[in-house]
């Protein structure tokens, strides 16, 4: 074979491998957006909450689970809002958290994929019922499992933890350690603006911002749940998530046996400043990330130690930073 079929080849395969993530990209991105609507028409384009391994549904049977191979300590990474497993990649190389931490603890990555449209807490009943399903298949005995969330994923990894407490799953008293990357406890800033402009639209009697209004309320129900950080099907079940100023919400309580980290980034290189504490990273507030509200009652008590802010790294970029894996590292560590 000659230098230059080699090199069409190998170009070719990595325009494969290009568009086949761009692919699942643009379905993740559909997803988040209107993921609700393209369940409930069933168009075939809504992702079904899953483990995937290299962009492929990963069925959860005792035969696939030798074959990764499975060990005692596994980390599952949950990715956030118009997201999919494929994002947590560095782009310096085919590696990722979940690569490093099975290199230097010997957890297994299990990533999840799942349509962020959903209602957080739809996804979140599925969770428990995959993990439950997971230690049923295993063919070995799982001693510990940690969560690495990111964005939407920390409440999703949350509202699990509500249904697997409420179902007694086995997995829950597994649950050493849950990372929190970016998380919006209590709510992000844009979808509460967005809520504030389609009731004002609602305001105004002309047809052209009627329909404006009646357009940006198709967004979907995981992105409304995000107004205040909904993790239970009580707090929008029978409910309109369009009116103004929703805020009534149940409390979900941390589990009484894990331990929770927080790590979050900041638009300015200056944490201290305004665009700092109220944009956070650009998409979640710090106050948010941290667990504090406006209801002390609903403050989450994360401990100072174990929180960590890193200046100037944005939302997304926290999927990906040599810092948030050196603060992991050194969690891990003790």
Same mark, same amino acid.
């Given at each position: 074979m000659s230098k230059k079929e080699i090199d069409w080849k190998g170009n070719w395969e990595k325009t494969k491998q290009i568009a086949?993530?761009?692919?699942?990209?643009?379905?993740?991105?559909?997803?988040?957006?209107?993921?609700?609507?393209?369940?409930?028409?069933?168009?075939?384009?809504?992702?079904?909450?899953?483990?995937?391994? !290299?962009?492929?549904?990963?069925? &959860?049977? +005792?035969?696939?689970?030798?074959?990764?191979? /499975? *060990?005692? @300590?596994?980390?599952? #990474?949950?990715?956030?809002?118009?997201?999919?497993?494929?994002?947590?990649?560095?782009?310096?190389?085919?590696?990722?958290?979940?690569s490093f931490l099975f290199k230097d603890f010997g957890f297994t990555p299990l990533y999840l994929r799942y349509n962020s449209g959903r209602h957080i807490s739809e996804n979140g009943k599925d969770l428990n019922q995959l993990l439950s399903l997971l230690?049923?298949?295993?063919?070995?005995?799982?001693?510990?499992?940690?969560?690495?969330?990111?964005?939407?994923?920390?409440?999703?990894?949350?509202?699990?933890?509500?249904?697997?407490?409420?179902?007694?799953?086995?997995?829950?008293?597994?649950?050493?350690?849950?990372?929190?990357?970016?998380?919006?406890?209590?709510?992000?800033?844009?979808?509460?603006?967005? !809520?504030?402009?389609?009731?004002? &639209?609602? +305001?105004?009697?002309?047809?052209?911002?009627? /329909? *404006?209004? @009646?357009?940006?309320? #198709?967004?979907?129900?995981?992105?409304?749940?995000?107004?205040?950080?909904?993790?239970?099907?009580?707090?929008?079940?029978?409910?309109?998530?369009?009116?103004?100023?929703?805020?009534?919400?149940?409390?979900?309580p941390l589990l009484p046996k894990t331990e929770y980290f927080v790590i979050s980034g900041t638009i300015s290189e200056n944490p201290d400043s305004y665009w700092s504490h109220f944009f956070g990273d650009a998409m979640v507030g710090k106050w948010s990330s941290q667990g504090k509200s406006g209801n002390e009652k609903h403050n989450l008590p994360f401990l100072d130690s174990n929180k960590k802010e890193i200046p100037g790294v944005s939302h997304i970029d926290l999927m990906h930073n040599k810092q948030v894996y050196a603060t992991i590292q050194q969690w891990l560590n003790g």
């Open positions: 086949k993530k761009a692919t699942v990209t643009s379905g993740s991105i559909l997803n988040g957006a209107i993921g609700n609507h393209l369940e409930n028409y069933q168009w075939g384009l809504s992702r079904e909450l899953a483990f995937y391994k !290299n962009g492929e549904l990963f069925q &959860l049977t +005792k035969e696939s689970l030798k074959a990764i191979p /499975l *060990t005692p @300590k596994l980390c599952i #990474l949950v990715h956030g809002l118009v997201s999919d497993e494929t994002m947590w990649k560095w782009a310096e190389g085919d590696y990722d958290y979940g230690l049923e298949q295993s063919p070995v005995k799982i001693q510990e499992i940690i969560f690495l969330s990111h964005s939407m994923g920390g409440l999703v990894t949350r509202s699990a933890c509500y249904y697997g407490e409420k179902s007694k799953s086995k997995w829950i008293a597994l649950t050493k350690k849950i990372f929190f990357i970016g998380s919006p406890h209590h709510g992000a800033p844009l979808e509460k603006l967005g !809520n504030v402009v389609t009731t004002v &639209l609602d +305001k105004i009697p002309n047809p052209f911002t009627y /329909l *404006t209004k @009646k357009a940006i309320n #198709l967004r979907s129900d995981g992105i409304k749940d995000l107004r205040y950080g909904f993790l239970v099907e009580e707090d929008w079940k029978g409910k309109d998530l369009d009116a103004f100023h929703i805020h009534e919400k149940t409390f979900v």
